[in-house]
């Protein structure tokens, strides 16, 4: 079964901290990995792809770890605006819709 | 400026009712894709389409069906509604047949089966 697991949370972390928070994959075929946000009672909007090398964009860090099956991403300087649900997506070999695998989401409140 | 749409963004229906949600993209996208959302579980793939009169299921497609007659639309048929269809239905869009690219979500439509 194509399962992807998250930490639902929530995390509490003050305003300028900085947050990471993981997301495990089982299935070792998988081919892509995203991050999406979701605000509360919103669509789900991409944040960012992650790359095998790691990649960066602003104050948000992705990385991959392929041997140990899981994504992670940073939050550097968090702003209050950060608050929302982090989903996880992961696409599995053969592509095409039936291969995309959304976690359940990690919830982040960032407090003033 | 291109967008997804969907409507209505609020129903309420009844046990045994057949209740059609609309889903219309202006980008042009050949993939489309409905999705549910219910606390608890991630987002789980309803059905989708990679083009003109092209259909297929998904996860959890029993109980609902689509058509695509046109590039733009992908309509969302609960046949006979139940309560455990209750949730929050987002349409998708994407471009690229086979391959993972990324999804643009409509807003949602909260469904409440009583």
């Known amino acids: 079964r194509k399962e992807v697991e998250q930490d639902p949370g929530p995390f509490n972390v003050p305003e300028g901290a900085t947050v990471a928070f993981n997301c495990t994959y089982s299935?070792?075929?998988?081919?892509?990995f995203f991050w999406y946000r979701q605000d509360c009672r919103k669509e789900p909007k991409l944040l960012m792809s992650?790359?095998?090398s790691g990649n960066e964009d602003g104050r948000f860090t992705a990385q991959l770890n392929r041997a140990s099956q899981y994504i992670s991403l940073l939050i550097r300087d968090s702003k209050l605006s950060d608050s929302a649900t982090y989903l996880c997506?992961?696409?599995?070999?053969?592509?095409?819709?039936?291969?995309?695998?959304f976690g359940k989401g990690t919830h982040l409140i960032i407090q003033p | 400026d291109a967008e997804i749409t969907q409507s209505p963004r609020h129903k309420i229906t009844e046990t045994g009712r057949q209740v059609t949600l609309a889903c219309h993209q202006t980008?042009?996208?050949?993939?489309m894709f409905w999705y549910r959302q219910d606390l608890g579980h991630g987002l789980r793939l309803i059905h989708y389409?990679?083009?003109?009169?092209?259909?297929n299921k998904g996860e959890v497609s029993d109980g609902y069906s689509v058509s695509r007659s046109n590039t733009e639309d992908l309509p969302l048929t609960l046949e006979s509604a139940a309560s455990s269809q209750t949730s929050v239905y987002f349409c998708?869009?994407?471009?690229?047949?086979?391959?993972?690219?990324?999804?643009?979500f409509g807003p949602g439509t909260r469904l409440t089966v009583l």
């Open positions: 980008w042009n996208h050949n993939n």
């Open positions: 998708a869009s994407s471009t690229r047949k086979g391959y993972t690219d990324t999804q643009y």
């Open positions: 299935n070792s075929a998988s081919q892509s």
């Open positions: 997506v992961v696409s599995y070999s053969g592509g095409g819709a039936d291969g995309l695998t």
């Open positions: 389409s990679y083009g003109v009169q092209d259909t």
């Open positions: 992650v790359y095998s």
